[in-house]
């Protein structure tokens, strides 16, 4: 079979690194794949934490995914990739405690349903046993079943282990269409077409929008932690995820725009006044550098797949391209095998409406 993938972010490659397993030929489209959103997501694998602004459906997509896929994938790549499943801590200053309780509140109240996930309240003691560098005054949960990923390793090393097994075309399309791809000077037949455009694709989902996120990358020799950590204070939430040999990323805004520019003075003052309250030897760290990029969004805050006969289109992967993607990649490889009677997620699939501007 052939396949024209269009869009080489987590999800087109995701879907080429599986198509290929099954023996396909594989044409991926993109002209811009190292400087798009998945290159610039800090890699969080917490799909516990992530219940308190999203659906227990996200929650599903995400324990899958770092409980199979995630393992599964890795195991098949030619290098080790920094991939954790030590868990993950949220924390408060005491006197912070009240947002604290609210965010567990909201979570236990979505999990009743789901008794997958797996926490457990932490005394000063416990939380310095686990991560000495965080400091004392802190209290907190911690999330056994949550983890992170290096997502820029992971897609380098994907696009090598990919690069003689697909054939990489660096071209904008203009087009993406049921068993055909169209660029400025070509038109390209395939047996079956997947759109990963993120939010290139907005002509398939008229929903789409951007979410800004703003990232700053830090070396701290003298600190140590290794579990992703979530601060909540009463002004922002920090983020801190932990890499090999002392780097940590701080994340991450959320603002509503489509703004590629820097990082705001802003952002830079709320994650670095944040991630030294918890650490002051942050403080000696050095900024690597800051990233900047925008979250493809559907009006849900939920990924969506559209279908047609041999198109595919998969959408909306917010702040949680991979979390989920490898669950949707295997989904969509059901799909394809062996028809919608297959499917474990039904609701994630619709038909393009009406009104989209899609042609069959
Ligand atoms: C600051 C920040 C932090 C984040 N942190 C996390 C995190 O910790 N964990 C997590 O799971 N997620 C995180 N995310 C979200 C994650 O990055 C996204 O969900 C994910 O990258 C979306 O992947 P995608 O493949 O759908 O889109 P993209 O990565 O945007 O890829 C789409 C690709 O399509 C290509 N394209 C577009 N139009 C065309 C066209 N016409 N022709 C050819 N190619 C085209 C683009 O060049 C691009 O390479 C974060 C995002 C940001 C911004």
């Keep these: 079979m052939k396949a024209g993938i269009v869009g080489a972010g987590i999800m087109g490659q995701l879907l080429a690194f599986e198509l290929t397993h099954l023996g396909w030929d594989v044409t991926l489209f993109d002209p811009a794949a190292k400087n798009n959103c998945s290159m610039a997501a800090a890699g969080l694998l917490t799909p ?21 896929h995630w393992p599964d994938v890795l195991a098949r790549l030619p290098n080790v990739i920094y991939f954790k499943r030590m868990g993950s801590l949220i924390l408060s200053h005491p006197n912070d405690q009240a947002e604290l309780l609210r965010f567990i509140q909201i979570i236990t109240a979505k999990m009743d349903s789901n008794k997958l996930g797996n926490y457990q309240q932490l005394t000063r003691e416990q939380i310095i046993d686990m991560e000495p560098d965080i400091v004392k005054g802190c209290c907190g949960y911690f ?24 054939i990489f075309k660096k071209l904008a399309v203009q087009r993406v269409e049921p068993y055909q791809v169209l660029t400025q000077q070509e038109k390209y037949h395939f047996d079956w077409v997947f759109d990963c455009r ?25 600190v140590t932690i290794h579990r992703p950590v979530r601060l909540f204070h009463p002004r922002y939430n920090l983020y801190l995820v932990p890499r090999a040999e002392n780097v940590y990323l701080l994340g991450a805004s959320e603002i509503e725009s489509e703004d590629y520019s820097a ?49 595919i289109a998969v959408n909306g992967l917010y702040r949680h391209g991979f979390l989920i993607g490898p669950t949707l990649a295997k989904e969509i490889i059901k799909f394809i095998q062996h028809g919608k009677q297959s499917l474990t997620y039904p609701q994630l699939w619709n038909k393009p409406n009406d009104h989209d501007s899609f042609q069959q």
């Design 263 to 311: 990082i705001s003075v802003r952002t830079v003052l709320e994650l670095l006044t944040a991630a030294y309250y918890m650490q002051p030897k942050l403080a000696e760290a050095r900024i690597i550098k800051t990233m900047t990029h925008c979250r493809p969004t559907l009006a849900n805050h939920l990924p969506r797949i559209l279908y047609s006969d041999r198109y």
């Design 198 to 222: 993120g939010l290139g694709a907005r002509d398939k989902f008229i929903d789409l929008r951007s979410i800004r996120g703003e990232l700053i990358w830090l070396h701290a020799p003298d």
């Design 48 to 68: 516990v934490a992530e219940l308190e602004k999203n659906d227990l459906l996200v929650f599903q997509l995400g324990i899958e995914a770092l409980s199979r």
């Design 143 to 166: 999330f056994t079943q949550e983890g992170q990923i290096d997502n820029q390793q992971l897609l380098s090393t994907l696009e090598n282990y990919l690069f003689d097994k697909v």
